[in-house]
């Protein structure tokens, strides 16, 4: 059934549950249009890889610099090897974790348009597993283009209401699949030079994840790196709100800041959980908790929502963030935290 989320007057959520929407999807598409879709990490703005004018309203549509390359989803390890060059431990890799969270930068191929890539001989990868966008590429029948669909530099969209909310007139038609399943975006290994694989973006997969398939430890790129433009959206700031965020090591060092506030409805707490500090803090600030039992993959879906939902509230001026272990995907979530905190 398509739903009537209209934005002054036009539709732009299909329920992703009537193949009548997939086909209008498809059909968008296959005439060079630009439409959101879900992934299993966070929403994408998808357009045909191969035909550059779409790609090019990819990059307007999120005010991109187009020195920043996008993301290639293709729907299986035939298809990747169309756009971009195998090494050996591809196969490997791709067993292990496609289709999934993982992004894999390779040399490319010249059918890859250059506005794709920025100019770079390499393409960025990836076998999405959430069921509708791997519909939606089978029927396509080509490869999509798709950075996350929000606007360049502000918080990544883990709901249909988030595109919809962040583009608002200018928004495309968005394919509704339900809150995202991981909530972060993918893990980024760059194959560059595959004797020495580096990850350039924590994601969902760990480096530990990735060493036992690679058979060794891949570097990590230092993701705050503005000398290098390898992956230039590894810049200080980004997926930020507009409210100021301030990071804390623990609990206490919040209650500590936010007791004796004056204007406590000025002031926002993001915890990973409750307890028996957080039940200390002045009544009427926003406090919002991750996930009640602390898991740190709710935390990681939850995460963006949290964000939006500080940023919408227009008495907020300040929100404390507790950060993470860095265990499993919490390092991933504590790397988007100090983005998203940093003023640079
Ligand atoms: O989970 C995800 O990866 C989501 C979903 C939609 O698939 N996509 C996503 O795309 O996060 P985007 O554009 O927001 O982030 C892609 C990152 C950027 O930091 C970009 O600079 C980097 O990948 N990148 C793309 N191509 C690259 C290349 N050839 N070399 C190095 N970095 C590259
Ligand atoms: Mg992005």
Redesign the pocket.
């Given at each position: 059934m398509t739903q009537t989320l209209n934005f002054r007057g036009v539709l732009k959520i299909l329920k992703g549950d009537d193949p009548e929407n997939l086909r209008v999807i498809v059909g968008l598409i296959l005439r060079g249009e630009p439409v959101a879709?879900p992934?299993?990490?966070?929403?994408?703005?998808?357009a045909d890889a191969l035909n550059p004018d779409a790609v090019h309203s990819v990059f307007s549509i999120k005010k991109?610099p187009a020195n920043?390359?996008?993301?290639v989803?293709a729907a299986n390890l035939e298809q990747v090897e169309s756009i971009a060059f195998a090494p050996p431990v591809l196969k490997k890799l791709a067993k292990s974790f496609w289709p999934g969270?993982l992004?894999i930068?390779l040399r490319?191929k010249d059918i890859v348009p250059d506005i794709v890539?920025?100019g770079?001989p390499?393409?960025?990868v990836?076998v999405?597993s959430h069921p509708l966008f791997r519909k939606i590429l089978l029927d396509a029948n080509r490869p999509l283009a798709?950075?996350?669909?929000?606007p360049f530099g502000y918080v990544?969209p883990t709901q249909a209401e988030h595109v919809v909310s962040s583009f608002a007139e200018n928004c495309p038609v968005v394919l509704d699949g339900g809150p995202t399943d991981?909530g972060?975006?993918?893990t980024?290994l760059?194959l560059?030079d595959p004797k020495q694989p580096k990850i350039?973006?924590l994601?969902p997969l760990s480096p530990n994840d990735l060493a036992q398939v690679l058979g060794c430890m891949p570097v990590i790129v230092p993701s705050i790196n503005d000398a290098i433009p390898?992956?230039?959206?590894?810049m200080k700031r980004h997926y930020s709100p507009n409210v100021a965020l301030k990071l804390h090591h623990d609990q206490a060092s919040i209650k500590n800041e936010v007791e004796g506030c004056t204007n406590p409805r000025s002031v926002g707490v993001l915890l990973l959980q409750r307890s028996a500090e957080s039940k200390k803090f002045p009544s009427g600030i926003k406090l919002l908790c991750l996930s009640e039992e602390g898991n740190l993959r709710e935390a990681a879906s939850r995460l963006y929502d949290s964000l939006r939902k500080m940023d919408s509230d227009p008495l907020l001026e300040i929100v404390h963030c507790e950060t993470l272990s860095d265990r499993g995907i919490g390092a991933a979530i504590n790397d988007r935290l100090r983005r998203a905190a940093s003023q640079d």
């Open positions: 879709l992934t299993e990490t966070v929403y994408g703005l998808a991109r920043d390359p996008l993301i989803h969270p992004t930068i490319k890539t920025s770079l390499t393409v960025a990836r999405p798709a950075p996350s669909a929000n990544s991981h972060i975006e993918s980024i760059s560059d350039l973006r994601g390898m992956a230039p959206g590894c």
